[in-house]
């Protein structure tokens, strides 16, 4: 007695029910979300597209057309953080900022690298990509690596090189 099996027809139903199980549970075009925390703006985050993906286990929202972030610190001064790409994923609050990732401070700080992460419950920025940061005097520092705390009090660095100015107070 033989007996053959077919598979194709419930590959196919699968294969779409894979496909369309991976659509977003929400998309919004031209966004602009507020943070506040007791009533005073903490940060501003704008982009052209958002897709909600809270519908999945591991859930995330996704910036395919990138994010500008304008952060506020208790005296109103601004960090702004841009990219061309975002996603952040809801079970380890971490942001990965993606493509020509720029971070520019009131004070002309600004650190330029392909790839960042943001710990939101840190509040600590790592890559291990190649960087480049400048100090607003004229300094900087350069290399694959590093890490810092969102104000840029704290920074460690794997392997840099580059130039610093003395400036005496």
């Known amino acids: 007695m033989t007996i053959f099996f077919s598979c194709e ?3 196919k139903d699968v294969q779409k029910f894979n496909r369309s199980s991976f659509l ?6 031209s966004i ?11 940060s501003i985050l704008t982009s052209k597209k958002m897709l909600d993906y809270s519908n999945i286990e591991n859930a995330f929202t996704e910036f395919p057309e990138g994010v500008v972030v304008t ?3 208790e005296n109103n001064n601004t960090t702004i953080i841009e990219s061309n790409y975002a996603i952040t994923y ?20 600004k650190l330029e690298t392909p790839q960042l992460y943001f710990d939101q419950k ?3 920025f790592f890559t291990e990509k ?27 660095m794997q392997t840099s090189n580059g130039e610093i100015n003395n400036v005496e107070e």
């Open 24 to 29: 977003p549970s929400g998309e919004a075009d």
């Open 90 to 109: 809801k079970k380890t609050d971490i942001i990965d900022l993606q493509g020509e990732v720029t971070i520019t401070s009131y004070d002309g700080k």
């Open 9 to 11: 027809g419930s590959l």
């Open 32 to 42: 602009n979300l507020k943070y506040t925390d007791s009533g005073r703006v903490k």
């Open 122 to 124: 840190n509040e600590w």
């Open 130 to 156: 190649h960087f480049k940061y400048s100090d607003g005097t004229g300094g900087f520092l350069q290399g694959p690596g590093v890490d810092f705390s969102k104000d840029f009090k704290i920074f460690n």
């Open 71 to 73: 952060m506020f610190d």
